[in-house]
């Protein structure tokens, strides 16, 4: 099981970007797919962009188009590019790792890290 950790977060005015990144440890990183999730207070978490072992993506409909999620498996890294933030994704933002194909749902996941706390003011 791969141990994530992610890093990036931060407050930053509507309109602006942010990049996560989520390190991993452990072996066979290039094999899970990745994704990320987050959860706003009083919500439950929600999936918002996935990428497989040969990088193929998926996203929520709420960030397609301001959203990138990609991959780089030399240094066992996953990367979430967000441009055009809104004060609506303002939350906690996890990465995960799992042996499924583009999965969307929470409980496809085996490991997660401890989250990084997004903050976009209006």
């Known amino acids: 099981q791969v141990q994530l950790v992610e890093s990036g977060g931060g407050l930053v005015q509507a309109g602006g970007s942010l990049r996560l990144s989520c390190a991993a440890s452990?072996?066979?990183?290039?094999?899970?797919?990745m994704g990320w999730f987050r959860q706003a207070p009083g919500k439950e978490r929600e999936f918002v962009a996935t990428?497989?072992?040969?990088?193929?993506?998926s996203y929520a409909d709420f960030v397609k188009g301001r959203f990138t999620i990609s991959r780089d498996n030399a240094k066992n890294t996953v990367f979430l590019q967000m441009n055009s933030l809104k004060p609506e994704d303002t939350a906690v933002y996890y990465c995960?790792?799992?042996?499924?194909?583009?999965?969307?749902?929470?409980?496809?996941?085996?490991?997660w890290g401890q989250g990084t706390q997004v903050t976009v003011s209006s």
């Open positions: 995960a790792a799992s042996r499924l194909f583009l999965p969307d749902r929470a409980y496809n996941y085996d490991g």
């Open positions: 452990g072996r066979s990183f290039s094999t899970y797919a």
């Open positions: 990428i497989s072992s040969t990088r193929r993506t």
